[in-house]
């Protein structure tokens, strides 16, 4: 099986390579088109800004290259929210292929911090990445902007608000969590992509 990590000048790439190896499984990280539209299975992945990083994708045509692709493709963090319609982050036109918002966590008291930034539980789960067994786990996130939820949402996680934990639109699936920092409950997860 041919994995390919999207390459698109944010962070991340590091942990994901390494959750891959963990897997058995050697990924390439790229931005070469045909490599990429070639993969068995597709990883956009970030840690960055929206505007930022949706100004690079259409610089290097990335943008029209992922809205064309038909394997599994897995966002993950800023990329599950690139995938969104639009981003209150910079006030940001995302990919739109899954016609969801982006908006910016707005605490209603001091101990709501901004980021979200660590363990929380995931409920509401269905099928495609997930299995019963994974309901009420902990998994790790660490954002200032959540997706809302709707008829795409696939798990959701509850802090301000609830919100979209997981997402999922034909052969696009994302999460707003960190699978790859999520140790073995995170591994189940990215194996459950995999396995698709």
């Known amino acids: 099986m041919s994995v390919a990590i999207i ?11 390494f959750a891959m190896e963990r897997l058995g499984v050697t ?3 790229t931005d070469d088109p045909a490599r990429i539209a070639e993969a068995d299975k597709v990883i956009f992945p970030g840690v960055g800004e929206a505007s930022t990083t949706m100004k690079y994708l259409r610089e290097n045509k990335l943008d ?3 809205r064309s ?5 897995l966002g ?3 990329g599950m929210q690139l995938l969104c319609r639009h981003s209150e982050e910079g006030n940001t036109s995302c990919l739109d292929i899954i016609p969801l918002q982006v908006r910016r966590f707005q605490p209603s008291d001091s101990s709501q911090k901004v980021p979200h930034m660590g363990w929380n539980a995931i409920t509401g789960l269905k099928a495609g990445l997930f299995d019963d067994s994974l309901e009420n786990q ?6 200032s902007y959540y997706v809302e939820q ?16 997981a997402l999922q639109k034909d052969n696009f699936y994302a999460t707003q969590f960190h699978p790859e920092k999520s140790g073995s409950i995170g591994e189940r997860i990215l194996q459950n992509f995999l396995s698709l």
């Open 76 to 78: 993950i963090c800023l």
């Open 150 to 165: 709707g008829a795409y949402t696939t798990a959701s996680c509850d802090y301000v608000l609830p919100f979209s934990a």
């Open 7 to 17: 390459d698109y000048n944010a962070g991340n790439f590091r942990s994901v390579l």
């Open 64 to 66: 029209e290259l992922i």
């Open 27 to 29: 990924a390439v990280l």
């Open 69 to 73: 692709l038909t394997q599994p493709v």
């Open 138 to 143: 902990y998994v790790y996130f660490v954002h």
